[in-house]
């Protein structure tokens, strides 16, 4: 469940609304706000912010445009993925870091233990 706060400032760039989240513990929790921003070809009201949370790999931004009835249009979109590094600006091999976690027994041809055990059941994807 979401819900929007309204925030009562004299502070002309504070948010319009809280973005707030009923959590598994039903307690309302902030996880964005939208600020009040005007189209410049319009003049019409709309607005604009983000919503972010730990089970999100990644903020949504939002933007809410009021219709006649009352009600709102809500657009959102994700940040679209880095690319990667083209080969010539990543960091060479050695660079003097220490290897990352599990990366000596993936080269070695061995995964690293996760405490799960081995799995009785079939492969469900074949190599």
């Not at 819900?3 to 039903?26: Q, Y």
């Not at 912010?49 to 709102?72: H, R, T």
């Not at 220490?98 to 000596?104: A, F, K, N, V």
């Amino acid at each position: 469940t979401i819900a929007l706060r309204p925030v009562h400032s004299a502070n002309p760039n504070a948010p319009k609304f809280e973005v707030m989240a009923l959590s598994a513990a039903r307690a309302w929790v902030r996880v964005g706000a939208l600020f009040e921003l005007a189209s410049r070809e319009s003049g019409l009201i709309f607005y604009n912010g983000k919503i972010e949370d730990p089970s999100f790999a990644q903020p949504l931004y939002v933007s809410l445009f009021q219709q006649q009835d009352g009600s709102y249009n809500v657009v959102w979109s994700r940040p679209s993925r880095r690319r990667e590094l083209p080969a010539e600006m990543a960091m060479p091999a050695d660079d003097g870091l220490p290897p990352l976690p599990g990366e000596e027994a993936s080269q070695a041809g061995q995964s690293e233990p996760d405490g799960l055990g081995t799995s009785s059941a079939p492969p469900a994807f074949a190599d």
